[in-house]
């Protein structure tokens, strides 16, 4: 197999063995995983395109809520205050 040497900067080599599923892992094989799960072959389904239009119209008309509400209403705005602060 032919063999290409790539220059990372160190906190790149480090996220990278973050990622690793186990110590052996190769990176060519974690670099591969990882674009692999990038691409998505399958399409969306016509109710798929369906609701991505509807979420659509609804944020063109104003149909929306923060995170900062919805947590409220969900009794954990707490949360989302501490992690803004």
């Known amino acids: ?17 973050d990622l690793k599923l186990h110590p052996r892992e190769t990176y060519d094989d974690l670099i591969n995983r990882l674009a692999d ?14 609701d991505i239009r509807a979420s659509e119209r609804d944020i063109k008309a104003g149909r ?8 409220k209403d969900l009794g954990d705005d707490q949360v989302i205050r501490s992690l803004v602060e």
């Open 1 to 17: 197999m032919a063999k290409t040497t790539v220059q990372l900067r160190p906190e790149t080599k480090e996220k990278l063995d």
């Open 64 to 71: 929306v809520r923060s995170l900062r509400e919805i947590m």
């Open 37 to 50: 799960a990038a691409y998505d072959d399958e399409a969306l389904s016509d109710v798929e395109v369906e």
